[in-house]
């Protein structure tokens, strides 16, 4: 068996150091590259909810998110109201294994303000109220001032049974959920 003497070592050592570093920084510079490119390519700018009625109602219905300059806009069509207002929010999460939705959470507050009209000082998933008319649909067209698409993907929209009155704590004393679904990347190719 050869020994090595620690100066050799230490000099093979260095040599391999100075041949692995381009390499290495290039595959980084490379990496980081790729992951910007993929970050400005790949978020949906496109969503879609399918709402399913809740055990005791026959609410249904289809709703379109589409991320803009600054805001998103939100809109389809709510079939099965009954005819009035109704609270409409995006609720934390995307969890409807319990019948009457509650399994959805709380509405999406990521900034922990109180529950309050849309806009910058409440819920971000405060939406306001969506009106039915007297056959119980609701045409729907909202900017959401304070709203990324893709940190609602997977959470959920919920409509309610009454009226958001915009002020109750914490959420609005909206009454029962009547509709929700989930809100997923839409197939844009689809249509
Ligand atoms: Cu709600
Ligand atoms: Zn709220």
Same mark, same amino acid.
């Given at each position: +068996?050869?020994?090595?003497?620690?100066?050799?070592?230490?000099? /093979?050592? &260095?040599?391999? %150091?100075?041949?692995?570093?381009?390499?290495?920084?290039?595959? *980084?510079?490379?990496?980081?590259?790729?992951? *910007?490119? +993929?970050?400005?390519? #790949?978020? !949906?700018?496109?969503?879609?909810? =399918?709402?399913?009625?809740?055990?005791? &109602?026959?609410?249904?219905? /289809?709703? +379109?998110?589409?991320?803009?300059?600054? @805001? %998103?806009?939100?809109?389809?069509?709510?079939?099965?109201?009954?005819? $009035?207002?109704?609270? @409409?929010?995006?609720?934390? @999460?995307?969890?409807?294994?319990?019948?009457?939705?509650?399994?959805?959470?709380?509405?999406?507050? !990521?900034?922990?303000?109180?529950?309050?009209?849309?806009?910058? *000082?409440?819920?971000?998933?405060?939406?306001?109220?969506?009106?039915?008319?007297?056959? $119980? /649909?609701?045409?729907?067209?909202?900017?959401?001032?304070?709203?990324?698409?893709?940190? =609602?993907?997977?959470?959920?929209?919920? /409509?309610?049974?009454? #009226?958001?009155?915009?002020?109750? *704590?914490?959420?609005?004393?909206?009454?029962?959920?009547?509709? =929700?679904?989930?809100?997923?990347?839409?197939?844009?190719?689809?249509?």
């Amino acid at each position: +068996m050869k020994l090595y003497s620690h100066a050799a070592i230490t000099a /093979v050592l &260095s040599a391999a %150091v100075l041949v692995a570093t381009p390499n290495v920084l290039q595959a *980084q510079e490379q990496h980081a590259d790729d992951h *910007q490119a +993929m970050h400005d390519a #790949k978020l !949906p700018k496109h969503a879609v909810a =399918v709402l399913a009625s809740t055990s005791d &109602s026959d609410v249904k219905g /289809v709703l +379109m998110l589409d991320q803009m300059e600054g @805001f %998103v806009r939100v809109h389809g069509k709510v079939i099965g109201l009954t005819p $009035g207002e109704h609270g @409409f929010h995006i609720h934390e @999460f995307g969890d409807l294994t319990k019948a009457d939705g509650t399994s959805a959470g709380g509405h999406y507050a !990521p900034a922990g303000h109180d529950h309050g009209a849309p806009g910058k *000082q409440s819920h971000a998933g405060d939406l306001g109220n969506i009106t039915a008319n007297d056959d $119980g /649909v609701a045409t729907v067209d909202i900017k959401a001032e304070d709203l990324k698409l893709h940190l =609602v993907l997977g959470r959920s929209i919920v /409509v309610h049974g009454g #009226k958001d009155d915009l002020k109750s *704590q914490p959420s609005g004393a909206a009454g029962p959920r009547v509709g =929700v679904g989930v809100i997923g990347v839409a197939n844009t190719e689809a249509k």
